[in-house]
Nanobody, 125 residues
């Protein structure tokens, strides 16, 4: 079992940057595919980015390509989401997730068996 805790959210102005962290406790997540999702009020939870267990492969939603970067440090049991050129439409609660079976990471919510509690990101204009 893996517990995930997100941090780094906050209020930023449009065009600014923010880095989210997701720290795992308990068993190491070195062999887990990892993903970031976000959910705005009244909206469906949507895929943002994913990374394979080794960190060798990354995947991004079209809406964040070129602006967001996902990375991981398995020695620290932590995955990151660097967010640049933030837009008001990026405002949402951001969740990290871990998949024990889909080690490449996935854009599908159903692939993930562990979820963090989320961290709020608000981008003002």
């Amino acid at each position: 079992q893996v517990q995930l805790v997100e941090s780094g959210g906050g209020l930023v102005q449009a065009g600014g940057s923010l880095r989210l962290s997701c720290a795992a406790s308990g068993r190491t997540f070195s062999m887990y595919g990892m993903g970031w999702f976000r959910q705005a009020p009244g909206k469906e939870r949507e895929f943002v980015a994913a990374i394979s267990w080794s960190g060798g492969s990354t995947y991004y939603a079209d809406s964040v390509k070129g602006r967001f970067t996902i990375s991981r440090d398995n020695a620290k049991n932590t995955v990151y989401l660097q967010m640049n050129s933030l837009k008001p439409e990026d405002t949402a609660v951001y969740y990290c997730a871990a998949s024990s079976l889909v080690t490449t990471g996935s854009q599908n919510r159903g692939a993930y068996d562990y979820w963090g509690q989320g961290t709020q990101v608000t981008v003002s204009s």
